[in-house]
């Protein structure tokens, strides 16, 4: 099947792209519901008949998007759910209460400045955050999403996938300095792959997962950064409002060319091209991001000289990398 074609662009709103689209009797679940792009979001689903629950990690922030979004759109079926994605329990109780099919899951909250690194067990936040705590969700709600039959799930990545793959020899950063664009950049490439694997594996349910980059957006979620973040972000990329933003997130939730569908990757509303070799890349100080193979030696010492120190050196399995920079290493 050739790349999917639907007439929306970069300037295209959340509205533009719901409007017709009729969702009654769908229930949608959007993390970081309380955000302005997860806001948007459910605003435009709740807008085409969704019943929409906002899982948030701030409850009474939450509670005050959902009543904003029923006074925008008339629609009553809007509810705030506390949901901590950097608690395995709080998720594993979100997934438990949950009763009847979902047809839609949108993972759409994002850690990208951390007060800590580190979380429980050890976890590097972001990783924690932004793919383990919606991949324990989405697998605890797959009953729900089954049930649904035709059920999507949009995982909310972004163009920082380009600076890290996922390097499965230090995901956590436990023998590389901690670098939080590259920890970043590798969480969301998580993002990516899960759409890619959950599609794979849950297709046969009826479940179809793609991952889309929303688009540089001048949203809180940049309240971490410096006071001249935007400004210098102005100069380097078309900047969109929280309306733009929401665009691709709806087009994948809601439009009906989307309809079984799954395991790609979208921007401006539509399915991304393929980055090559040769074409120009972000780079992170002096060299190309996003190169497994740049730190996978330096890694592999560092865990060998640990173990040694601990009295365990043990013979390691060979890494099957790719030279490319979407390469993804691991054991064979």
Same mark, same amino acid.
């Given at each position: 099947?050739?790349?999917?074609? !639907?007439?929306?662009?970069?300037?295209?709103?959340?509205?533009? /792209?719901?409007?017709?689209?009729?969702?009654?009797?769908? %229930?949608?679940?959007?993390?970081?519901?309380?955000?302005?792009?997860?806001?948007?979001?459910?605003?435009?689903?709740?807008?085409?008949?969704?019943?929409?629950?906002? &899982?948030?990690?701030?409850?009474?922030?939450?509670?005050?998007?959902?009543?904003?979004?029923?006074?925008?759109?008339?629609?009553?079926?809007?509810?705030?759910?506390?949901?901590?994605?950097?608690?395995?329990?709080?998720?594993?109780?979100?997934?438990?209460?949950?009763?009847?099919?979902? +047809?839609?899951?949108?993972?759409?909250?994002?850690?990208? %400045?951390?007060?800590?690194?580190?979380?429980?067990?050890?976890?590097?936040?972001?990783? &924690?955050?932004?793919?383990?705590?919606?991949?324990?969700?989405?697998?605890?709600? +797959?009953?729900?999403?089954?049930?649904?039959?035709?059920?999507?799930?949009?995982?909310?990545?972004?163009?920082? *996938?380009?600076?890290?793959? /996922? #390097?499965?020899?230090?995901? +956590?950063?436990?023998?590389?300095? *901690?670098?939080?664009?590259?920890?970043?950049? =590798?969480?969301?490439?998580?993002?990516?792959?899960?759409?890619?694997?959950?599609?794979?594996?849950?297709?046969?349910?009826?479940?179809?997962?793609?991952?889309?980059? $929303?688009?540089?957006?001048? !949203?809180?979620?940049?309240? *971490?950064? $410096?006071?001249?973040?935007?400004?210098?972000?102005?100069?380097?990329?078309?900047?969109?409002?929280?309306? =733009?933003?929401?665009?691709?997130? #709806?087009?994948?939730?809601?439009?009906?060319?989307?309809?079984?569908?799954?395991?790609?990757?979208?921007?401006?509303?539509?399915?991304? $091209?393929?980055?090559?070799?040769?074409?120009?890349?972000?780079? *992170?100080?002096?060299?190309?991001?996003?190169?497994?193979?740049?730190?996978?030696?330096?890694?592999?010492?560092?865990?060998?000289?640990?173990? &040694?120190?601990?009295?365990?050196?043990?013979?390691? $399995?060979?890494?099957?990398?790719?030279?490319?920079?979407?390469?993804?290493?691991?054991?064979?």
């Amino acid at each position: 099947m050739g790349a999917i074609v !639907t007439g929306f662009g970069f300037a295209s709103t959340a509205a533009d /792209v719901a409007e017709g689209a009729d969702l009654g009797g769908r %229930r949608a679940v959007v993390t970081g519901g309380a955000s302005p792009l997860g806001t948007e979001t459910a605003r435009e689903l709740a807008r085409a008949g969704a019943a929409v629950t906002l &899982a948030v990690r701030d409850l009474s922030a939450g509670q005050r998007a959902a009543a904003g979004i029923t006074a925008a759109t008339g629609n009553p079926d809007v509810t705030a759910v506390r949901l901590d994605l950097a608690d395995q329990g709080s998720v594993a109780a979100f997934a438990a209460a949950w009763d009847g099919p979902l +047809h839609l899951l949108v993972n759409g909250a994002d850690l990208t %400045r951390p007060a800590e690194q580190r979380m429980a067990r050890r976890w590097e936040s972001r990783f &924690a955050v932004n793919h383990l705590g919606h991949f324990a969700l989405a697998s605890g709600l +797959h009953r729900a999403l089954a049930a649904a039959r035709g059920a999507r799930i949009v995982a909310v990545s972004s163009s920082t *996938h380009l600076y890290s793959p /996922v #390097v499965f020899d230090d995901i +956590h950063f436990a023998f590389r300095p *901690h670098d939080p664009l590259l920890a970043y950049g =590798q969480s969301k490439t998580a993002n990516v792959l899960f759409a890619v694997g959950a599609t794979a594996r849950w297709s046969r349910d009826g479940i179809y997962a793609n991952a889309l980059m $929303p688009g540089g957006i001048a !949203t809180a979620l940049q309240r *971490h950064q $410096p006071p001249e973040y935007i400004e210098q972000a102005k100069k380097v990329m078309r900047l969109k409002t929280p309306e =733009q933003g929401a665009a691709t997130s #709806v087009l994948l939730a809601a439009h009906p060319s989307l309809e079984g569908i799954g395991g790609r990757y979208y921007e401006d509303c539509a399915q991304a $091209p393929v980055i090559e070799d040769g074409l120009e890349v972000p780079k *992170h100080g002096d060299r190309p991001i996003g190169r497994a193979e740049d730190s996978i030696d330096e890694i592999r010492t560092r865990q060998t000289q640990s173990r &040694a120190r601990e009295g365990s050196a043990a013979e390691w $399995p060979p890494l099957r990398c790719r030279s490319d920079r979407r390469s993804r290493c691991g054991p064979p």
